[in-house]
């Protein structure tokens, strides 16, 4: 079994920084891609950031220029630094992995609360 491991959520203040990082355990598998979601009350789940396995980053819009994604293959660990936060930010924030495979496997984590205050 895989087991996705979100870490390092918590309550901010708008401005401040924080660093959430995913943790794979389990077998060993090759990972495609490594993608953070957020999911607000009310709202859908959202793609906000993701890492191909050649290192190739993405951003939403939303938070382009103030948060960073990260991978550490020999700590089968993804990171998310969120700088620079605000109220907006405050949602639960998932790690997903897409595998190496034919066809691909998708895992998700439980998620991290992320909780900005003004």
């Known amino acids: 079994q895989v087991q996705l491991v979100e870490s390092g959520g918590g309550l901010v203040q708008a401005g401040g920084s924080l660093r959430v990082s995913c943790a794979a355990s389990?077998?060993?598998?090759?990972?495609?891609?490594t993608g953070w979601y957020r999911q607000a009350p009310g709202n859908q789940r959202e793609l906000i950031a993701n890492?191909?396995?050649?290192?190739?980053?993405h951003y939403a819009d939303s938070v382009k220029g103030r948060f960073t994604v990260s991978r550490d293959n020999a700590k089968n660990t993804v990171y998310l630094q969120m700088n620079s936060l605000k109220p907006e930010d405050t949602a639960v924030y998932y790690c997903?992995?897409?595998?190496?495979?034919?066809?691909?496997?998708?895992?998700w984590g439980q998620g991290t609360q992320v909780t900005v205050s003004s």
């Open positions: 389990g077998r060993v598998f090759k990972i495609d891609a």
């Open positions: 997903n992995v897409k595998t190496d495979d034919s066809p691909p496997d998708y895992y």
């Open positions: 890492v191909s396995s050649g290192g190739v980053t």
